[in-house]
């Protein structure tokens, strides 16, 4: 089955504590990407890749980190959380960026940053 | 800079009732525009995309949506509203340039009454 994985689904961290949120696609796509989702806000893109070890940031990349080193996984890394980060996070992937192409989406880490 | 505008953050129906939820999008280049529905603790799911084949788009569930660029709007809407139905919806737009993310409306929550 077509899907992205994260992990964790929930998270309770406290602040400074290094964290990561694991994503994973099965589907060969090139153009992964991650959000986070406020109340009010809608979705804003944090950092995107379009390739292995391609990597940039997107709307909101402040106090997170990404890497890529195969095309499959794409993790987002929290080096000192702070409360403001508490948040919906989803990550996405696409065959590509450009036009029409459909964005698939994970399920979701649910993370409070205490 | 592309951006989108959804009007009404709750819309409530009635089971049967016709659903309309507004979407009008800003875009300097024609846009490629995007509906996805949220279930609850659910990634996102796309629900149509406008491909600029035909103005009046089918999508899963019933929806449609009516590209119309003399007003810039994409609205979707349901002939005939179900409980299962209820959900958050989200309007898109691709943006421009490099970045290739997807620029999202803050959300219409749908409830259904029965």
């Known amino acids: 089955e077509a899907q992205v994985t994260q992990n964790p689904r929930y998270l309770i961290t406290v602040t400074g504590k290094k964290l990561t949120v694991t994503c994973s696609q099965n589907?060969?796509?090139?153009?992964m990407s991650w959000y986070r989702q406020d109340p009010g806000l809608g979705l804003r893109q944090i950092y995107y890749?379009?390739?292995?070890?391609?990597?940039d940031k997107g709307d909101v990349p402040e106090g997170y980190k990404v890497s890529r080193k195969e095309k499959r996984n794409f993790p987002l890394i929290l080096e000192s959380p702070s409360p403001n980060q508490t948040s919906l996070y989803f990550c996405?992937?696409?065959?590509?960026?450009?036009?029409?192409?459909?964005?698939?989406f994970g399920q979701g880490t649910r993370l409070t940053v205490v | 800079a592309q951006s989108v505008t959804q009007l009404g953050s709750h819309v409530s129906v009635s089971e049967g009732a016709l659903v309309l939820l507004r979407c009008n999008y800003s875009?300097?280049?024609?846009?490629?525009l995007f509906w996805y529905v949220q279930y609850p603790n659910q990634g996102l799911q796309l629900l149509l995309k406008?491909?600029?084949?035909?103005?009046l788009v089918k999508g899963i569930n019933g929806f449609e949506a009516e590209f119309k660029k003399s007003e810039t709007s994409f609205h979707l809407t349901k002939p005939s509203a179900h409980m299962s139905d209820a959900a958050e919806y989200f309007c898109?737009?691709?943006?421009?340039?490099?970045?290739?993310?997807?620029?999202f409306g803050k959300g219409t929550k749908l409830s259904v009454k029965p």
């Open positions: 996405a992937s696409s065959p590509d960026r450009v036009g029409n192409t459909e964005a698939f």
């Open positions: 589907m060969n796509h090139e153009y």
């Open positions: 890749s379009m390739n292995v070890e391609v990597t």
């Open positions: 875009s300097s280049v024609p846009p490629y």
């Open positions: 406008y491909t600029s084949a035909a103005t």
């Open positions: 898109a737009v691709k943006g421009g340039g490099s970045q290739g993310n997807l620029i």
